[in-house]
């Protein structure tokens, strides 16, 4: 569905004026025909009761008296149908008006929200050519150049990912230009002590950092690993997020509320590490942003491979664990759990 063009809306405003004029008019002319026939009503209404207390008081009634007071009622009759269909001519074009004016307002509500939907769309498609064009040139500096086959290395191409993805969080990801509560977190799991550990983030002004680590299971990203599936929480801090929330600190409860997080793989199953994006603001994130996301991860996931920092790997007489030196098990996407993460 393609959003209307703006002619389209500025032909419907020319006919929501020239409704509201005509509403107008009828208004007016309902409020003149009042000004005019309510002396005579008045006039009316006067002689027929002055006619009804004579009578009442003199017992007796003149030749004029019966049809004076017939007159009367006919006039007022009159008077009473005639501004009874005014009335209802008017209420129908008020009906009329608001009508038109609700379903305009429906249509345009629907078009703005296709229109933003479209424009996050294409921010998403350039910020994730970006994103693809900084990873292969990546990629091909570090098969020239072995040196720069180290962790530290695919660390800042992530963080150059994080900037682009900071870039567009307004757009994209639903944050409001100033919010100080952003935080785009890159997770990698430390074979050395089998927990999640912060490898790259950047984040807003309200977030201190305070480098909590995850062991697989363990709070939302913990989870996210074992389970090798995407994670959408509307609110951690409401009844979805029991069981995900984990070395609670006093500030969480203002900073950590829409959450979303995906799985990083760099071969195959093997999980690396996860992509956590959080936000103060409950709701804010839902399953619509796992697509783009899940190919950002991907992204991650090739640079990361690209330096031979694999999970659990050796290779050429070097360690390619997260930790030089130590070699560990692979980890697995493991089957999703049914129960909470513990």
């Known amino acids: 569905m393609k959003?209307?063009?703006?002619?389209?809306?500025?032909?419907?405003d020319a006919a929501v004026v020239q409704e509201a004029r005509v509403h107008t008019d009828l208004v007016?002319?309902?409020?003149?025909?009042?000004?005019?026939?309510?002396?005579?009503?008045?006039?009316?209404?006067?002689?027929?009761?002055?006619?009804?207390?004579?009578?009442?008081?003199?017992?007796?009634?003149?030749?004029f008296t019966v049809p004076f007071l017939i007159a009367s009622l006919i006039g007022l009759t009159i008077l009473v149908k005639r501004q009874s269909k005014k009335s209802a001519v008017l209420r129908t074009a008020h009906?009329?008006?608001?009508?038109?004016?609700?379903?305009?307002?429906?249509?345009?509500?629907?078009?703005?929200?296709?229109?933003?939907?479209?424009?996050?769309?294409?921010?998403?498609?350039?910020?994730?050519?970006?994103?693809m064009e900084r990873a292969i040139r990546y990629v091909s500096d570090a098969k020239a150049d072995p040196a720069l086959s180290t962790l530290e290395h695919a660390k800042q191409a992530c963080c150059d990912i994080l900037d682009k993805l900071q870039e567009i969080r307004h757009v994209c990801l639903k944050y409001t230009p100033d919010d100080p509560t952003y935080n785009l977190h890159i997770f990698r799991y430390d074979a050395t002590d089998g927990q999640l550990a912060s490898f790259a983030r950047r984040h807003g002004a309200d977030i201190k950092p305070h480098n909590r680590k995850w062991r697989p299971g363990i709070g939302h990203a913990g989870k996210c690993f074992e389970d090798g599936e995407m994670m959408c929480l509307p609110d951690l801090q409401g009844v979805e997020g029991q069981g995900y929330r984990s070395q609670p600190k006093p500030t969480d409860s203002s900073l950590y509320h829409s959450v979303i997080d995906v799985p990083i793989r760099t071969t195959g199953a093997t999980n690396?590490?996860?992509?956590?994006?959080?936000?103060?603001?409950?709701?804010?994130?839902?399953?619509?942003?796992?697509?783009?996301?899940?190919?950002?991860?991907?992204?991650?996931?090739?640079?990361?491979?690209?330096?031979?920092?694999?999970?659990?790997?050796?290779?050429?007489?070097?360690?390619?664990?997260l930790t030089e030196g130590v070699a560990s098990k692979p980890v697995q996407a493991s089957r999703p759990s049914t129960g909470r993460a513990r």
Not at 3 to 10: A, E, R
Not at 32 to 55: E, H, R
């Open 3 to 12: 959003p209307l063009p703006q002619d389209t809306f500025d032909r419907i």
């Open 28 to 63: 007016r002319e309902f409020i003149a025909d009042l000004q005019v026939q309510y002396p005579t009503a008045i006039g009316l209404l006067g002689g027929l009761v002055g006619t009804l207390f004579g009578f009442v008081i003199t017992g007796t009634y003149l030749t």
């Open 272 to 321: 690396w590490g996860v992509l956590c994006i959080t936000s103060g603001t409950p709701d804010q994130f839902s399953k619509g942003d796992f697509a783009p996301l899940s190919v950002v991860a991907a992204i991650i996931g090739v640079i990361v491979a690209a330096t031979g920092y694999e999970v659990g790997q050796i290779g050429d007489g070097k360690a390619t664990g």
């Open 95 to 131: 009906v009329s008006t608001t009508e038109v004016w609700l379903a305009y307002s429906q249509e345009r509500k629907a078009n703005k929200r296709l229109t933003a939907a479209q424009e996050r769309q294409l921010q998403w498609l350039f910020a994730v050519s970006v994103m």
